[in-house]
């Protein structure tokens, strides 16, 4: 078998329109896992179900010799043990982290790439010192505009060579929630959740929350790296783009009744059931959940649970009378912004920010 | 959007030539997470990325509640809570486990089912009762020839609505290594893999090792339930086929050098390198392990290291001078026994057991 050096490294595509998805997607398909959606009946998302999006390899990190390097535009540039960075205020958020690129894989055309279908999420307790704090120590220059984060993780991409290093604006990372997080779920960093610390980005897309944490610098101006590019909406490849920022709202139905294997789909005895799910928005709270039962030609409210955790998923159900037949679930969030879930999923080059409603496919047979 | 019925819970099937990889095979491999390559540096692979296959949902079980029954053609059917399990004298053993469709997505033409490439794999220490204390506490008859194990995982396949159950030969399941399982690498079961206790029969592919389980039934007869039906080599659907039932030999490398984010070839600067790796075999310790850096036409014996486990994957290394180019490295391992993974896949409808040798393209630089 040979291999063409051009695919060793290929720039961005869109699928051609009858073009399944590759053996390259599904490796990536593999690695990168999704959370299964009957863990969506847990408030915190058990270990090792949490959605994973890693653009490299998981670099295998020593604790004891790592540092986090502050420097930049800084008044005193300083390098932070582990210890030292545990010796910092201690905060634990409850976070619903996303990836950009959840409902990528049913876009038509398909941009080419990690093909996620709805599940990359998943909520985690994340403790650690504050952004802020760990900025505060090296004391950004008055002038200051982006923090530059780079992690340990490197590899290439579109030909490039690369650190994974992502610029937030410093109003965003001096916000009172944005942790260098070095626990999950009151554990240490599992590896692939960026061991031994990371940021965590509440409200924002996960790409923006580094893994695997080892510098952040200060800069004077919008910081225009691989990663800040890479992650823009655009129609066509040359066009500037719109930056990927928060979190658009998205609601997930836990699938009721039982699954079949090969087709996911469902299968549930008519009568009464209570339908559950979670929704999430970056912008604002979510404060309405609507669910259909005949994919889309009438919608009903869910009741909402508790929001006590601004940052996590809401939970919310739905009371239904399942009839015999084939039914389509659809479920969508609103927000307190205004934002709501499209009924058309809005394309972009890069598939990335579909939160167009889940489809959920039910069975019910006569009880 | 109209669903037909026949579709929710459709026969085996084997792709067209020119199909894709489908939606519905997507979302198994969203769910059904392979171990990321790079976690073969680790003896033991770190929780959260062990490969994970569920058949249906996975279940919430209530540890509190739970009981593991023992029945069928025994002299004392018994009940046990965990504690009574707990209370049996404690073993723990290194298990590499490995699904029966690793591979199954590189076949031509491809069976449609989970599509799993490589890396359906990862090892553990297991700690939990013997199976066989626990029969003895029910003292099997005479006459028994197969228990069956039942999962709490309960779903629709190929039609079929049932329980999650295998049949293993009782001279098997009395074997010292075979466990009902409660920990894992020193924890209590994560959910996922089988939370509160499961069975794990080193040296099998994992279809035996059943999560989540809830009986132990002897019986006089080979089972012949759903899976030990389906878990077949045939060439052909109406064949009687041959049972799945012990690992066949697979070495994996390591890939070397720095991942590329799409296509996931590696890059790395010509010169010497260490190439390293695992291999296992469910039939008989591997003995020897050959690397080929040419895409097959020559072979080098790696160095094994140590086989204090039997039952978990043997490390492997080998040296390499990496001239400037693209090359294609394969690696097979061969156990004891005289088996040897083959150069060409062993094809069959279920797509199982194609232990074919992994490819891994790389690009080296000049130094």
Not at 110 to 120: E, F, T
Request: hydrophobic letters at 40%; charged letters at 25%.
């Amino acid at each position: 078998m040979t291999v063409s050096p051009e695919r060793v490294s290929p720039p961005g595509r869109v699928a051609d329109p009858a073009e399944g998805i590759t053996a390259e997607e599904l490796r990536l398909a593999g690695r990168n896992h999704a959370m299964p959606l009957e863990a969506l009946r847990d408030d915190v998302t058990p270990p090792g179900l949490h959605y994973l999006l890693t653009h490299y390899d998981m670099p295998a990190v020593d604790a004891a010799s790592w540092r986090l390097g502050v420097s930049g535009k800084v008044a005193e540039p300083v390098e932070l043990t582990l210890d030292e960075l545990r010796s910092l205020p201690r905060h634990t958020v409850r976070v619903t982290l996303e990836c950009a690129g959840n409902g990528r894989a049913a876009l038509t055309p398909r941009p080419v790439s990690q093909p996620w279908l709805d599940g990359a999420v998943g909520t985690a307790d994340w403790t650690g010192a504050r952004l802020a704090d760990v900025l505060a120590r090296a004391v950004p220059d008055p002038d200051a505009v982006d923090v530059v984060l780079t992690g340990h993780d490197h590899g290439v991409e579109r030909g490039v060579e690369q650190d994974y290093a992502r610029g937030l604006p410093l109003e965003e990372a001096l916000a009172p929630d944005v942790l260098v997080a070095y626990e999950m779920n009151g554990a240490p960093l599992p590896v692939q959740h960026g061991f031994p610390a990371r940021v965590v980005v509440p409200g924002w897309y996960g790409m923006t929350s580094v893994k695997w944490l080892r510098s952040v610098t200060v800069v004077d101006h919008p910081f225009d790296g691989f990663q800040n590019r890479a992650y823009r909406l655009r129609q066509d490849a040359d066009e500037e783009g719109v930056p990927v920022t928060r979190i658009e709202p998205r609601a997930l139905l836990e699938p009721p009744g039982v699954a079949e294997f090969a087709t996911r789909a469902r299968f549930l005895s008519a009568g009464p059931v209570v339908l559950r799910g979670r929704a999430w928005s970056g912008w604002a709270p979510v404060d309405r959940v609507e669910v259909s039962c005949d994919d889309g030609a009438t919608w009903t409210d869910a009741d909402l649970g508790p929001a006590e955790h601004r940052w996590a998923w809401r939970s919310f159900t739905v009371a239904w009378v399942a009839p015999p037949g084939l039914h389509r679930l659809r479920v969508r969030a609103h927000d307190a912004s205004g934002r709501v879930q499209p009924d058309l999923p809005p394309w972009n080059r890069g598939g990335f920010v579909n939160n167009t409603c889940q489809p959920v496919v039910v069975q019910v047979r006569p009880a």
